[in-house]
T-cell receptor, first 115, second 110 residues
Framework: GAVVSQHPSWVICKSGTSVKIECRSLDFQATTMFWYRQFPKQSLMLMATSNEGSKATYEQGVEKDKFLINHASLTLSTLTVTSAHPEDSSFYIC???????????FGPGTRLLVL | EDQVTQSPEALRLQEGESSSLNCSYTVSGLRGLFWYRQDPGKGPEFLFTLYSAGEEKEKERLKATLTKKESFLHITAPKPEDSATYLCAVQTPYGQNFVFGPGTRLSVLP
């Protein structure tokens, strides 16, 4: 149980385009979802927290107009990187947590390369 | 400020050579401490949750323990497939977010 999927696993795009990443909880209802960014050989950096049906809470220094997060249902959250630039290239990972559960279960990650 | 540190940064073991990884934390209150394993290019895989000092959890060759200031992940007779980065994270009572440590990169040589 507690499986989280992400799609796509890999995306290459041109500078200036927007990219959408989906995060789904497959076998449980995720009341809270988290989006992280990870650079090579570094730990996870929390970008934002979203509760189903509410606006996301962004961490300090994360541009909310650039990284749009939508948590429209209990099984789906999306991260849209708008007007992507090469410096946005990174490994993006989502996690999900169910009601009354403290553990976060992570997706497999999405590697974004902006040319 | 809540902080989580992990040591060593990297560890190289021979197959069968047991060792321990450390996770030290300074937080205003502990709601839970979590251990994850992360393979290169993949998302973290959940291993254990510990809630109170003295608690221990085991899974195959891994055992996690918790004190008031730190947690240890003991690896007994490791195998090459145990090679990964091990991350610990803490959750404080007043927030729903995790504070992650930087991780320990473990390499087990055959």
């Amino acid at each position: 149980g507690a499986v989280v999927s992400q799609h796509p696993s890999w995306v290459i795009c041109k500078s200036g385009t927007s990219v959408k990443i989906e995060c789904r909880s497959l076998d449980f209802q995720a009341t809270t979802m988290f989006w992280y960014r990870q650079f090579p050989k570094q730990s996870l950096m929390l970008m934002a927290t979203s509760n189903e049906g509410s606006k996301a809470t962004y961490e300090q220094g994360v541009e909310k107009d650039k990284f749009l997060i939508n948590h429209a249902s209990l099984t789906l959250s999306t991260l849209t990187v708008t007007s992507a630039h090469p410096e946005d290239s990174s490994f993006y990972i989502c996690s999900a947590r169910g009601q009354g559960v403290e553990t976060q279960y992570f997706g497999p990650g999405t590697r974004l390369l902006v040319l | 400020e809540d902080q989580v540190t992990q040591s060593p940064e990297a560890l190289r073991l021979q197959e069968g050579e047991s060792s321990s990884l450390n996770c030290s934390y300074t937080v205003s209150g502990l709601r839970g401490l979590f251990w994850y394993r992360q393979d290169p290019g993949k998302g973290p895989e959940f291993l254990f949750t510990l809630y109170s000092a003295g608690e221990e959890k085991e899974k195959e060759r891994l055992k996690a323990t918790l004190t008031k200031k730190e947690s240890f992940l003991h690896i007994t007779a490791p195998k090459p497939e145990d090679s990964a980065t091990y991350l610990c994270a803490v959750q404080t009572p007043y927030g729903q977010n995790f504070v992650f440590g930087p991780g320990t990169r473990l390499s087990v040589l055959p």
